[in-house]
């Protein structure tokens, strides 16, 4: 039975991960992203996230997202994210585009 439109107090905890792009984060977890050549978005579904780039000058800018907030990743660039307190984030990727004829 799926319940991802059951409101959240009536889900079992699960701690596995729903799909390989979605898992939980205990409070004050670290996880990196590692970059890929594709650009992709990441999906705050519960809690809250501190989420920067990892980049070798000052450039690189700190994002505060909230559960039903997402931010895009551009393609090449690794990230860092630490739940506050706690979350579960999802990690997707578009779909590769048609060879033709339609442009994406």
């Known amino acids: 039975m799926s319940t991802a439109f059951m409101p959240e107090s009536h ?7 729903a799909t390989p792009w979605e ?3 205990a409070p004050g977890e670290v996880r990196r992203i590692d970059a890929a050549p594709v650009q992709r978005w990441l999906d705050v579904a519960a809690g809250r996230v501190w989420l920067t ?18 931010l895009a990743l551009p393609a090449g660039t690794a990230w860092v994210v630490e739940a506050w307190p706690s979350a579960r984030v999802a990690l997707h990727q578009a779909a ?9």
């Open 11 to 17: 889900r079992q905890a699960d701690p596995r991960p």
């Open 23 to 25: 898992w939980p984060l």
């Open 53 to 70: 780039p990892t980049r070798e000058d000052d450039l690189a800018a700190d994002h505060w997202l909230a559960a039903g907030e997402r």
């Open 96 to 104: 590769p585009c048609p060879a033709q004829p339609l442009p994406c």
